[in-house]
Structures are given as C-alpha cells and as structure tokens.
C-alpha cells in the first residue's frame, strides 16, 4: 500500500468540556476488548437472515457474495483504521466517524452527512435488535402456549423496559465483559441453530427444498438487490472510529488484532449458519430461520429444548447488540447535556442521561411494534447506511489521506469497490424500499405477525 504523505503535526486536544468523548467514548480499552465490540457489532441474530438473503441469490451467487462482501468489509475496515491511526500520529486522534470525514475530506457537509448515515444505521439496528427479541420471545409463547392472548407488541414492550435498565451503563468500555457473553452467545445459537436445521434437513418431516429463484427477471433482479443489502447490513457497523476510540492510546495495530479476532468468529458462524438454513428450507427460508424451524402449523422441526436455548441466547445477545449501536446516540446527547466537570454520576448528570436514555429507547420499541418489518429493515438500513460508511467512505478516505498514485493498483482497487457499491447501494435502496411498500399492504399498525 502507498505510505501516507507526511502530515503537519499539530497538539489538536479534545475540548474539555466534551461530556460525550469523557463519559461515553472513554478510551481504556485494550485491543481484545476492541475485537468484544465489533463481534457484538457485526455476529449478531442478523447471521439468521442469511438463508433469507440466499433465497434471492442462489446457491453459487450467495456463496459469492457472502465471500466478496467479507473480503470487502474486511480490507475496508483495515483502511480505516489505518486511516484513524495516522491521523493519531499526526496529532488529530478521531473518535468519532463524522469528525474523521469532516477532517480529511475538509467539507463541512461531511459532519452532517455522517450524523444522518448513523442515526438511520442507530435507529434501525435498536428498531430491528428490539423486535428480533420480541419475536423469539413470541415463538416460545406461541409454542407454550399456543392460544394465549398476549400479542408481539406486548413482547416488544417488555424487551424495552430491559433494554431501559441496561441503556443506563454510562460508557462504551463498560461494556466490555457483556460484549464478551455477546460472543459466547453468538457461538452457542449459531452451532445450535446448524445442529438444529442438520436435524431438520435429515429427518423424515424434513420440508420439500426447492432453490429455484423468482420466474421473472425483474423480481429476480429485485429480490438479489434485496439480499446484497441485507448482506451489507449483515457485515457492516458502521461505528469502528467509536469502537476505535475505546482503545487506550496509542491505538496503532490494536485494531487489526481486534478485526482478526472478529472475522475468525465471521468465518465460523456466517458460513455455517447460511448453508444449513438454506439447506433444508431453500427458497422458502424465513427472515428469522428459528420460525422456520417452528412452524405455525405442524410439529417443531428441531428438538424444542435445542430451538429453546437457541432463543435464549439470541435474546441474550440482542441486549448487547442494542446497547452497542446506541453508544453513538448517547454520546450526543451527552456531549449537548452533561457536564463534563462535574462527576459521571453527578445529580446534574445523572438525570438527564436517565431521561434521554430512556425516550430513545421508547421510541426504539415504538417504531419495533408499529413497523414489524425484521427482514426489510435490514435491507434498507444496510442500503441507505452501511453500504456508504462501510463499502464507500473507508476507500475515499484511504485515498484522500495516503494519497496512492493513480497509476497504483491500490488506488484502482479502492475507486472500483466504491463505484461498484455506490450502484449497489442504490438499487439496492430502491429493491428495498420497493419491498417494504409492497409488504405495507399485509400488515396493520401493533401488528402480531412480522411481515418476509
């Protein structure tokens, strides 16, 4: 790779009275606990959406796209850092995403840009991570006892007021021993769920398997724009500067160590998880495979004590995941609310971070019991938000900041990877959006179905 032009050093310092850096991005983390946060980022349920993703692309093109997009994010995420760890050196250490694109790309409109990109990215993962939680919460009810009276929004909203109480850790480093139970979860639910579809798939109530794709072309073209933007939302965070801010400096190289670590668990739970759900449910594979793997009508396919566990674990990890993705919110509000010299717990401080956490959380819930859409909000929120901070942005600003010769294969490398997915972003936007209009029309307001 090119070797960055020498940078004016400068003593640029954190502002001081910057509550949001002090309380909530704290930097005293070290590089496995890095790798905790970004397993937690992108190893979540999601991964039980990838047969779902696969039903729109096949076999060989899913297979594919699930490799380009990890060799993508991967090489992606290694730019950034790198891109984080010179600006350190140069005396301008970011901890947040929109700093880090203000500063390099020298345009104002960059800040506002990314604040917009995030909040969709924040907003949608809590909206998704409070519903996928209120759904496996359904499915046990629902097969304990199957004509009970108790609806998905009353799951949802007692997935909230948890998720309340636990909102109130003040710091990303906080986090870090929760993170690590996030990554023991996703290994648990993901061999479970495997074991669970090799018992569905080889059992004498295994269901037809057909892998054909949509007949016609346009809605075939439609549903494989969809599953690249559920596998962009599948691989993306959109937060690695934040994470990278929980580093205690120097950061330099701690983050590699810390993608190592993430894409190991990558490797063993994506694939597993995507080839044994399609599998035995082909082009019939739910948004959720656990509810594939229960059946509204017929016998479980699956021991319930197996499809049981799995759930616990999947609830489990999702207070993880909605905690993560609400740091970047909460370090807003208290960078605008708290102050920074008085104490973390303070009574000045205190309350309004009590208040604020809790309506974000609120309107998380709200937005999750209104709009059951698990399977259609990743595609747009990966189209419309991971596909430009993760496949887009990391590129440009490798290229900005190193400045590779235009002759180099460096450069070509990272201009192909954001036209190609500057024009996947957009169809995929727009195959997205087209679905969740089209699926509008099955659902009412509060209701108990979620919509594939």
């Given amino acids: 790779m090119a070797e960055p032009p020498k940078a004016d050093i400068g003593n640029r310092r954190q502002d001081e009275d910057d509550a949001g850096a002090a309380f909530v991005l704290q930097s005293k983390g070290e590089w496995w606990h890095a790798g905790f946060h970004l ?70 409109w960059m800040f506002y840009f990314v604040i917009f990109i995030q909040t969709a990215i924040n907003t949608g993962v809590g909206v998704g991570a ?55 979860f996703a290994l648990g639910y993901t061999i479970l769920v495997v074991a669970a579809c090799i018992h569905a798939g080889t059992s004498k109530n295994a269901p037809p398997r057909d892998y054909s794709l949509e007949p016609k072309k346009s809605a075939r073209a439609f549903s494989a724009f969809t599953s690249l933007s559920i596998l962009a939302a599948i691989f993306g965070n959109g937060i690695l500067p934040e994470i990278q801010a929980t580093l205690a400096p120097p950061a330099t190289g701690k983050m590699v160590k810390g993608l190592a670590m993430c894409y190991a668990v990558i490797f063993v739970t994506f694939y597993s998880a995507a080839v044994s759900g399609y599998w035995v449910f082909g082009n019939k594979s739910n948004s959720n495979i656990l509810k594939s793997l229960l059946p509204d009508s017929g016998p479980s396919l699956a021991p319930t004590w197996v499809l049981g566990l799995a759930i616990i674990f999947v609830l489990l990890q999702l207070f993880a995941i909605g905690l993560v993705y609400s740091q970047v919110a909460y370090e807003i509000m208290e960078k605008k609310s708290a102050d920074v010299r008085q104490g973390m717990f303070s009574k000045r401080n205190l309350i309004p971070r009590i208040i604020l956490r809790t309506i974000y959380m609120i309107l998380c819930g709200v937005f999750a019991a209104m709009l059951p859409f698990f399977g259609d909000i990743n595609g747009v929120v990966g189209a419309i938000g991971f596909i430009p901070l993760d496949f887009i942005l990391p590129m440009l600003l490798y290229n900005m900041t190193y400045k590779p010769k235009k002759s180099s294969l460096t450069y070509w490398i990272n201009v192909s990877i954001m ?34």
């Fill in 130 to 184: 409070i519903l996928l939680a209120g759904e496996c919460l359904q499915i046990m009810y629902s097969n304990i006892s199957p004509h009970g009276s108790l609806k998905l929004y009353h799951f949802i909203a007692m997935v909230t007021a948890v998720m309340i109480v636990f909102s109130q850790l003040p710091s990303f480093h906080s986090l870090r021993h929760i993170n690590f139970c996030s990554l023991l």
């Fill in 39 to 108: 397993t937690t980022a992108i190893v979540g349920p999601t991964i039980l959406t990838l047969p779902y993703a696969f039903r729109g692309l096949g076999w060989g093109l899913g297979f594919l796209c699930l490799t380009v997009m990890g060799v993508v994010t991967f090489y992606s995420y290694l730019l950034m850092s790198k891109v984080l760890d010179h600006c350190e050196k140069s005396g301008r250490r970011h901890i947040r995403f929109r700093e880090l694109a203000a500063d390099v790309l020298g345009s104002g």
């Fill in 419 to 452: 036209v190609i997915f500057t024009g996947a972003g957009i169809m995929g936007a727009f195959s997205s959006i087209r679905k969740l209009v089209l699926d509008a029309n099955q659902f009412k307001l509060f209701s108990s179905d979620v919509v594939d």
